[in-house]
């Protein structure tokens, strides 16, 4: 079964509302966990590094003001896309390690974000 | 450069063929590899991890040549479920589990 859930799977909305992203780990803590995007026909791009306890860590190119990530739990990291716009629509996807430094990773379903 | 290259495909193959797929990385301290699964529009799944000395899984064989910086895959008696994307997936450093992923072969595997 699922190690790693993320919800909601599927997103449409109007352009400029926010959108958040909650990935859990259901049967281990998860003190990092990834947030990535993918566009079609394209690979998998790490967004953020998600730290239990402290901030989130960005890839370079990604705006941390409007990609806000918390990780307030051992077991939960949230994803926050603000203001969303068209450009925004994405496959969005978590990963995260059973314990730091174990690959490979779970990954939850991924949520698939579509901007009017 | 890209980190991790793919040939993108797609590899159309019959039913019990046997198909390569490669791939470079350009990181040379990458100390972790994969080979990931992702069927259309679903998150990626493992496949299996390459190991140096190279590992075999059922009909999936890895090999990894660091010097190279190369690995590969091999899938020996195609089934129509393995009709996928098979993605080359590269720890960034050592001591990291940032993964970097390639873009992906697409297998079109037909009866």
């Known amino acids: 079964g699922a190690v790693v859930s993320q919800h909601p799977s599927r997103v449409i909305c109007k352009s400029g509302t926010s959108v958040k992203i909650e990935c859990r780990s259901l049967?281990?803590?998860?003190?990092?966990m990834f947030w990535y995007r993918q566009f079609p026909k394209q690979s998998l791009m790490l967004m953020a590094t998600?730290?239990?306890?402290?901030?989130?860590?960005?890839e370079q190119g990604v705006e941390k003001d409007k990609f806000l990530i918390n990780h307030a739990s051992l077991t939960l990291s949230t994803l926050t896309v603000t203001s969303a716009h068209p450009e925004d629509s994405s496959f969005y996807i978590c990963?995260?390690?059973?314990?730091?430094?174990?690959?490979?990773?779970?990954f939850g379903d991924g949520t698939r974000l579509s901007i009017l | 450069r890209k980190e991790v290259e793919q040939d993108p495909g797609p590899f159309n193959v019959p039913e019990g063929a046997t198909v390569a797929f490669n791939c470079t990385y350009s990181?040379?301290?990458?100390?972790?590899f994969f080979w990931y699964r992702q069927d259309c529009r679903k998150e990626p799944k493992l496949l299996m991890s390459?190991?140096?000395s190279g590992n075999e899984d059922g009909r999936f064989t890895a090999q990894l040549n660091r010097a190279s910086q190369y690995i590969s895959l091999l899938i020996r008696d195609s089934k129509l479920s393995d009709s996928a994307t098979y993605l080359c997936?590269?720890?960034?450093?050592?001591?990291?589990?940032?993964?970097?992923f390639g873009t992906g072969t697409r297998l079109q595997v037909f009866p």
């Open positions: 990963s995260a390690p059973r314990s730091p430094g174990n690959q490979p990773q779970h």
């Open positions: 049967d281990f803590q998860a003190t990092t």
């Open positions: 990181n040379s301290a990458s100390q972790s």
């Open positions: 998600s730290n239990e306890g402290s901030k989130a860590t960005y």
């Open positions: 390459v190991y140096s």
């Open positions: 997936v590269v720890s960034r450093g050592p001591n990291t589990d940032k993964l970097i």
